[in-house]
Nanobody, 125 residues
Framework: QVQLVESGGGLVQAGGSLRLSCAASGSTFSVYGQAWFRQAPGKEREFVACIRWNGDNTIYADSVKGRFTISRNNARSTLYLQMNSLKPEDTAIYYC??????????????????WGQGTQVTVSS
């Protein structure tokens, strides 16, 4: 069992920055992928970024590439999302997720087994 708790969300003006954290408790040994997704009101949950099991490979959605950076600590117990140059369209609830089997694509919600409760990010124009 893995429990995930996000933090760091809030209200920020366009162009500003936020750093989200996702603390994991329980077994983090067999984690093959860790990711951030987001969901805006009335929209489906969408992929933001992920980091693969060895930590060397990352994938970003085109909409955040060059602005967001995913990282984690060596123990894989804390996942981060540094968000810079925020835009109003980044407003959403942000969720972290862990995969305990090798994901097919790393970019679909169905690839992940454990989810946090989400943290709200609101970007004002």
């Amino acid at each position: 069992q893995v429990q995930l708790v996000e933090s760091g969300g809030g209200l920020v003006q366009a162009g500003g920055s936020l750093r989200l954290s996702c603390a994991a408790s329980g077994s983090t040994f067999s984690v093959y992928g860790q990711a951030w997704f987001r969901q805006a009101p009335g929209k489906e949950r969408e992929f933001v970024a992920c980091i693969r099991w060895n930590g060397d490979n990352t994938i970003y959605a085109d909409s955040v590439k060059g602005r967001f950076t995913i990282s984690r600590n060596n123990a894989r117990s804390t996942l981060y999302l540094q968000m810079n140059s925020l835009k109003p369209e980044d407003t959403a609830i942000y969720y972290c997720a862990n995969a305990i089997s090798i994901p097919d694509t790393y970019t679909k919600p169905s690839d992940y087994d454990y989810w946090g409760q989400g943290t709200q990010v609101t970007v004002s124009s």
